[in-house]
């Protein structure tokens, strides 16, 4: 699937993140507390979302406990990306996850993940997140600071400081919070 044509489908912010890592964008989007958001609220609306990325092939269905394991990697990811010593929780979600590698004629190494759709969706996921980590995107793309909301943004910014993915809402809210904490 193209770029153009997956941010259609996604919910992603303004710039998005660039190429493919707006498709971990747009999972990270697919739950926020905050504005009432939970594209996985059951096995089947999680699968309709991966079927319509690309993610989910076939016609084998998203179990009940691979829908668990899916929104506890979503979250377990989110809660990585602000703050990276939360690595345990998602390395054993991933343990069940393998990878065949593969020289290609370019000369390099690309990864694909093997076996089930599940393990394949998941597999594709983590592809995604060690790309931009090599091409040097992964470091912008960050989630809200305001735990009601998690919305994943890709910070655009000079200085790379973003904490909010708006300083109009979430980012009032918070400095808001801290105030009133401050003067009681």
């Not at 979250?75 to 393998?98: G, H, V």
Request: proline share 3%.
């Amino acid at each position: 699937m193209d770029h153009n044509t997956l941010s259609t489908k996604l919910r992603i912010g303004s710039p998005p993140a660039p190429g493919n890592l707006a498709l971990l964008e747009g999972f990270l989007n697919t739950w926020s507390e905050e504005m009432g958001i939970d594209d996985f609220e059951t096995a089947q609306s999680a699968e309709a979302w991966l079927r319509s990325v690309d993610l989910w092939r076939g016609a084998q269905k998203l179990t009940q406990a691979q829908h668990q394991k899916l929104v506890k990697f979503r979250s377990n990811l989110r809660a990585w990306i602000l703050n990276k010593d939360r690595t345990q929780p998602l390395n054993e979600l991933i343990s069940e996850i393998s990878f065949q590698a593969e020289f290609t004629s370019t000369g390099e190494v690309q990864f694909q993940s093997t076996g089930a759709p599940f393990q394949r969706a998941l597999g594709s996921l983590i592809d995604l997140v060690s790309k931009s980590q090599q091409d040097g995107t992964w470091d912008r793309l960050k989630c809200c600071e305001l735990p009601t909301c998690g919305w994943a943004f890709y910070d655009s910014t000079r200085s790379r400081t973003k904490r909010w993915c708006s300083m109009k809402t979430c980012g009032s809210r918070h400095k808001a919070r801290e105030y009133y904490k401050r003067n009681r």
